[in-house]
């Protein structure tokens, strides 16, 4: 399509693309390319009035909520208006279950949430228990 609009676009090229063309074919081609562009023109004259249709609605909300004496954000505060918008909550982490000694010698904790530790999983596969690293 590309090449298309450089062929049209282009006086020489146009005019080399359309040299088989009679006078009447290209009348016929003047009349649909005319018609296009009426076309094209109205369309964009409608969508100029509809974003000034809605300019206005929005000019028209925002007096009435000067009006009645709110701001804008009071109408963003879902939490007077009952609505189901959930906000996401931190949480506090969860405490340390297990100790641990890594192969550095650092002692460590672990929630019990999560990949286990690979010094807690060695000593589990050598024979020891996961209550042996429970905090006390």
Known sequence: MSEFISILTHGRRLKAAIK??????????QLKLGKIIDDRIQEEAELRQQEAERLEKIAALKAAIADAGLSPE???????????????????????????????GVRKTWTGQGRMPKAIVKALAEG???EQFLLK
């Open 74 to 104: 009071d109408l963003m505060d879902t939490s007077s208006a009952g609505t189901s918008v959930q906000t996401k909550r931190s949480r506090s982490p969860k405490p340390a279950k297990y100790a641990y000694t890594d192969e550095h």
């Open 20 to 29: 088989e063309l009679s006078v009447e074919e290209l009348k016929e081609v």
């Open 128 to 130: 020891a228990s996961l």
